[in-house]
Structures are given as structure tokens and as C-alpha cells.
């Protein structure tokens, strides 16, 4: 159903979330391929995401060679550490499909700081993009979680890189999840996408999802609003219990 510019999509389970995840990537990529000869995606950390990872893996037949895979956001830790995102986007995805290695664009977390990974990451992708710096990137499909405070990617409530309006990358010190010290995607960077998928399960998601989706717009994740683009909620039965859709 369509609320707000939303289309809200609730499912009996994750599984049925995941199929029609699935089938959405393979849509933007063949057409993005079609279009354009790649296809850009941007994927978020956490847990929700595994099973759409996994299920992707198995997808031999997606245009891999011609896909890029960014991170939403990352944990300032190495790359070989347990909480890292890039870690586990790796080991459920990225190492069981014929994607080019230089079609992996990671957060750089070896040998840097939080301020100097988000330049650079924000370097990679005006590069990638080919665009100049007051221009915005145009993932095809960007995959967001939402927390039980409202945030997602990194962007955590009260914390200065909600107000981010030019960078496309900033540097976070106040995560309230593991990995204290984190490098997310901006809003700018978000919100010129061209679908945004934001999944959510289970009934510790309720109160957050009713609050962004029915409430004021103060919480991070009801900040996310594509310019131009499509936003769906993937919802099971208990992340979508307190709506009064
Ligand atoms: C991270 C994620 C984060 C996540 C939400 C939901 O690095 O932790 O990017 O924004 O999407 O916290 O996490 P779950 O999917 O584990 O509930």
C-alpha cells in the first residue's frame, strides 16, 4: 500500500520479505544493466540482511560481472574482525558470486581514522559516479535496516551526521551498537537514490516503524526520503503490528 510516498509491503515472514526482495534486485539490475551496462547497489550491516544475501548467492544467473556492491555503513574495525559489515557482506555473498574484486567499493578501515576513511570513501565514489563534488551519487538500490531507535545505516539519533547535506560519507563516534567508531552514508547520499529498501522484522522493529512511518519524521530512518526515487518497506506481520494503516 502507498502511504506518504511509501509503498509499505507487509509479509507473513521473512522468507516471503526475502523473495520479493530478490526478485526486486534482479528487476533494477537487469534494467540498470540494460540501461546503463552496471548496476549499482549499496548493502547495510546487521542481521536482517543474511538471509537476502544468502538468497542472492544463490542467484547465479544475475549479471555479477556488471554489478558494484558499496557498503551503507561500516564499522570502524579491520576488515577480518567479527563486527565488520564488509566482513560478513563477504562471507554471505560477494566470495559466492563472479563479482570482479574491483567491483567491491568497501569502507577503508586499515590504517586510517573514522574523518580520513569517510573522505575517502566519499573520493571513491565521486570517482566511481563521475561526478563533482556538490553532485550526488545514483545507487539503483540501496538496502537499509532501521533499528529499535529509529536509526539506520549509522545515522543514530542526535548525532551530528543527520545534518549532513553536502558529504556524501561522514565519520560517526556515537554508535549505540557494536562498533563504536563508524563511517555511514549521508542522506545526500541516500536519498538520490533510485529505490530504497528498507527491511524490518520482528515485533522489537514495531514501535520504530509506526513512529517513522505514521509519526513526525524525527527519527533518522523517517529522514530517509529519495528525491526522485521509490522507497518500499519490507515488513513482517510483527515489525508492521503497531501500524494503523
Ligand atoms: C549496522 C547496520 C544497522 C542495521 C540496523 C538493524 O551496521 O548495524 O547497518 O543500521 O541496519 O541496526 O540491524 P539488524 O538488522 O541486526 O536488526
Redesign the pocket.
Known amino acids: 500500500m502507498i502511504y506518504n510516498d511509501k509503498e509499505i509491503l507487509v509479509f507473513d515472514d521473512i522468507e516471503k520479505i526475502i523473495d520479493y526482495a530478490v526478485e526486486k534486485w534482479t528487476e533494477v539490475a537487469e534494467e540498470a544493466v540494460k540501461e546503463r551496462g552496471y548496476f549499482t547497489a549499496a548493502l547495510?550491516?546487521?542481521?536482517?540482511?543474511v538471509m537476502l544475501h544468502k538468497a542472492l548467492s544463490a542467484k547465479k544467473d544475475l549479471p555479477w560481472d556488471r554489478t558494484h556492491v558499496f557498503i551503507?555503513?561500516?564499522?570502524f574495525v579491520p576488515s577480518d574482525h567479527e563486527d565488520s559489515?564488509y566482513l560478513m557482506i563477504n562471507n554471505t555473498l560477494l566470495k559466492h558470486v563472479r563479482i570482479p574484486s574491483e567491483n567491491i567499493h568497501p569502507v577503508q578501515t586499515e590504517n586510517s581514522t573514522p574523518v580520513l576513511s569517510a573522505e575517502k570513501y566519499e573520493k571513491d565514489m565521486l570517482s566511481f559516479f563521475n561526478i563533482s563534488e556538490n553532485e550526488f551519487p545514483r545507487f539503483d538500490l540501496i538496502f537499509?535496516?532501521?533499528?529499535e531507535d529509529g536509526?539506520?545505516?549509522?545515522l543514530f539519533p542526535g548525532t551530528p551526521a543527520l545534518k549532513e547535506t553536502r558529504h556524501l560519507a561522514a565519520a560517526v563516534t556515537q554508535s549505540v551498537?557494536?562498533?563504536k567508531e563508524?563511517v555511514t552514508l549521508t542522506f545526500p547520499a541516500i536519498n538520490n537514490a533510485e529505490n530504497i529498501i528498507l527491511?524490518?522484522t520482528?515485533g522489537d522493529?514495531a514501535a520504530a516503524i509506526r513512529e517513522v512511518i505514521e509519526g513526525n519524521g524525527s527519527l533518522p530512518a523517517a529522514m530517509v526520503r529519495p528525491d526522485r526515487g521509490k522507497l518500499f518497506f519490507l515488513l513482517d506481520k510483527n515489525a508492521a503490528s503497531l501500524l494503523s494503516l
Open positions: 547495510s550491516g546487521g542481521r536482517t540482511p551503507v555503513d561500516e564499522r559489515n537499509l535496516g532501521i533499528g536509526h539506520t545505516a549509522s551498537k557494536p562498533g563508524r527491511m524490518a520482528g522493529k
